[in-house]
């Protein structure tokens, strides 16, 4: 049949035929691929999509099998790896390709503005300068640790209350106050008393989680930046919850800045952290603004609210499974304080006024309090088995189980992977910790014995445990970290005993973070 004969019709099923045998084609050459699938032009798009809401047991699937692999999406590939070898070449090695970049900052923007968790270069530079000053002064760390314990013992009020009315009680939910007001404590001098007996609505926590729901969503919103200029759909939200969210923080820098004014006081005068961003300029040499300021706020809390609080649930969550630990851990907290001595005041940041001092007998007759003032920074520091077993928790359930970088110019892992100049690369923490060919047989087991060589805690590589990042980035907080959830679990086994309300497996909720999807529901019960 001569081509001249044929018809728009004839044209028309010759295109449908030869699409349907390029696409054919292009899936038969990956039959044995045991990567992610892709499909002409579109990529990766369509199963990333698909499995968005379970992205990282998606990605966990992959790993099983290789190590590191690219999932294309249409004019981007994204290259992921759980090789620990690769992972220090993008976080230490060649640690200045592989920036957050504009790309992946400008997803971010609208809630975490120019904060030390979204910028590169200079702004990078100096807040992680401010932030290493403070993190590192004894000021803090004393003013922190009192925080934290008078934190965790309201804690203990608002369980005791609600264990009367012998319902289910949302641990997760409880945990967020907690680290809400502890880091608005800690980092900006306020509290918002969220952690009370009536659990009062929190508007600006509840926007706070829906933005990060919603912002991450852009990964596979091809149509988001539209959505955002028109004001539609997840941005019309999105741009309401970060309305919320701007309300409260702007209202805590305009009273600091008038609580300055009036009272004359010099901001090094006080522990907190915005005080001390009050007091240094910023990369230009001025004063931060109201909108810098802002910024920095929003990404210490997310640093000082969300990794705490959840790592704390997945904890008890792993606790409420594993009853020999929790009897492992108070016998490790009893031998540690047994016949210890209480400090006078100056020297463990007392709890309720000035401490006497005293020998305790026995820390089964201590109240409250008294347990609370004896949980100084050295006696936790020898708790290694309480230290294993968040390490634990933090291995199998990452805080933040994916980070994303992108790449300046073209390189090449060491495992060969070949990188294009603008692609991007992840590695993913929440795989890392699970897979058999990095941690041994039993790496889908809560174990913290893992941690211990003859009763002492064994460190890791932090780029075979990626929790707190590694290298430049590592994260300023951990010390810190590690202390709230330290006195908190203590407080908590101490008094209460914890028993989970249904036996259904815990799921994550897609977010930044991983969030523990419907809470955590436990029944408790003082002891």
Same mark, same amino acid.
């Given at each position: ?83 620990? *070898? ?65 934190? *965790? ?375």
């Amino acid at each position: 049949m001569a081509l001249e004969s044929l018809d728009l019709f004839d044209w028309w099923v010759i295109a449908c035929l030869a699409g349907v045998a390029w696409i054919w084609v292009h899936r038969w050459r990956q039959r044995n691929y045991k990567g992610p699938r892709t499909w002409p032009v579109l990529g990766c798009i369509i199963e990333q999509a698909r499995n968005f809401d379970v992205l990282h047991d998606w990605l966990l699937h992959y790993f099983r099998h290789l190590s590191t692999f690219s999932v294309p999406m249409m004019s981007i590939n994204n290259t992921f790896t759980v090789d620990p *070898a690769n992972v220090e070449h993008i976080l230490k090695s060649n640690f200045h390709n592989y920036p957050k970049g504009e790309r992946l900052s400008e997803r971010f923007f609208d809630m975490m503005g120019d904060g030390i968790f979204n910028v590169d270069g200079e702004k990078w530079v100096r807040q992680r300068k401010v932030a290493v000053l403070e993190f590192s002064s004894s000021k803090l760390r004393d003013h922190s640790t009192k925080a934290f314990r008078l934190k *965790a013992l309201k804690l203990l009020d608002v369980l005791r209350h609600l264990s009367q009315l012998k319902q289910p009680v949302d641990m997760q939910d409880l945990f967020m106050r907690l680290t809400l007001d502890s880091i608005c404590e800690v980092g900006f001098g306020v509290d918002p008393e969220t952690l009370s007996n009536d659990l009062p609505a929190v508007p600006f926590a509840n926007a706070f989680d829906e933005a990060n729901r919603l912002i991450i969503r852009r990964y596979v919103d091809i149509l988001w930046k539209v959505k955002r200029a028109l004001n539609l759909g997840s941005e019309a939200r999105l741009r309401r919850c970060v309305q919320v969210v701007n309300e409260f923080i702007y209202g805590v820098i305009v009273e600091r800045r008038a609580e300055f004014k009036e009272t004359k006081f010099h901001h090094t005068e006080r522990a907190d952290l915005l005080s001390r961003f009050m007091s240094v300029p910023n990369q230009d040499g001025q004063p931060y603004s109201n909108r810098d300021l802002r910024d920095v706020i929003i990404n210490f809390i997310i640093a000082g609210r969300d990794t705490t609080a959840l790592t704390l649930t997945w904890l008890f969550s792993m606790l409420c499974k594993h009853p020999m630990v929790v009897k492992n851990i108070l016998k490790e907290v009893s031998s540690v304080l047994g016949e210890q001595t209480v400090k006078p005041a100056q020297n463990c940041a007392e709890v309720d006024g000035p401490l006497q001092t005293s020998r305790i007998e026995s820390i089964d007759n201590c109240d409250e309090t008294e347990f609370a003032n004896l949980l100084t920074y050295q006696a936790l520091n020898r708790m290694s088995y309480l230290h294993a077993c968040i390490t634990e928790a933090l291995r199998l359930y990452p805080a933040v189980p994916l980070e994303t970088k992108i790449a300046v110019s073209d390189d090449i892992f060491p495992d060969g992977t070949k990188i294009k100049a603008g692609n991007f690369v992840s590695y993913v923490p929440y795989s890392m910790g699970r897979l058999e060919y990095i941690w041994g047989p039993d790496a889908m087991e809560f174990k913290p014995e893992r941690w211990l060589k003859d009763g002492h805690f064994q460190p890791q590589s932090p780029f075979k445990l990626t929790a707190f990042q590694a290298g430049p980035r590592m994260c300023l907080g951990k010390d810190s970290a590690y202390l709230q959830m330290k006195i908190t679990t203590l407080l908590l086994l101490k008094f209460f005993s914890f028993k989970l309300a249904d036996d259904c497996p815990s799921k994550y909720s897609m977010m930044v973070v991983l969030y523990m999807a419907g809470g955590l529901k436990t029944l408790v019960t003082p002891l």
